[in-house]
């Protein structure tokens, strides 16, 4: 990570003091205003529902997480169309990489198969767990 700074929190460690404060609060709005996918997905992973617990637009180092298990350290992701534009893929594939390195699994779902597809993606969610 470059030498950034990070506190230690727990088992993971999370954003630098000077961005945590800006990341909690983009946090929150995001939990305020979910997809109706990150709804969705989020009624069966609540509660650890799963048997697991997970923490939905968590921070963790300078990226904020739609879901994540800490104790399994398995991150997932849910898509919307603009996750499809090149720029977007590019930072999205060195967010995850950045992620792997600190020894988190990310699996990333879209929109659509949330929806259309949720036993599956429930199923996918426990094999990875």
Request: hydrophobic residues 35%; proline residues 0%; contains cysteine.
């Amino acid at each position: 990570m470059g030498g950034r700074e990070v506190n230690m929190l727990r088992d993971f460690q999370t954003a630098s003091s000077d961005r945590y404060a800006l990341l909690k609060d983009y946090a929150r709005e995001n939990r305020n205003n979910q997809t109706n996918a990150e709804k969705c997905l989020w009624q069966q992973l609540r509660g650890s529902g799963l048997g697991a617990k997970f923490k939905r637009q968590h921070i963790i180092y300078d990226f904020i997480v739609d879901f994540v298990c800490l104790e399994k350290k398995l991150i997932v992701e849910v898509d919307g169309a603009y996750h499809f534009t090149n720029q977007q893929m590019e930072h999205d594939a060195y967010r995850t990489e950045e992620l792997e390195q600190f020894g988190f699994r990310v699996i990333r779902f879209t929109n659509d198969e949330v929806i259309n597809e949720t036993e599956r993606v429930i199923q996918t969610i426990k094999n990875k767990l």
